[in-house]
């Protein structure tokens, strides 16, 4: 399969640790089906969007995931 640019966000939720994963409306889901693919252009608007929520103690542990297909 090609490899893409696109990625998947996911980070902890603070205050118990529960993993999650950015939607496409850049929220939050526990839901791994309902992440959202992100492009080299929306990456960069959802990584500042989680960068918000770090600075704001909501989320730790931020990773951006290449998605390969």
Known sequence: MPKTDEIILTANRLDDGVVL??????????DRAKAAKFDADSAAIATARAEDDAAANRIVSLYAVAVNG
Do not use: F, I, K, Q
């Open 21 to 30: 994963w950015m939607t496409a409306t850049l929220g939050w889901t526990t």
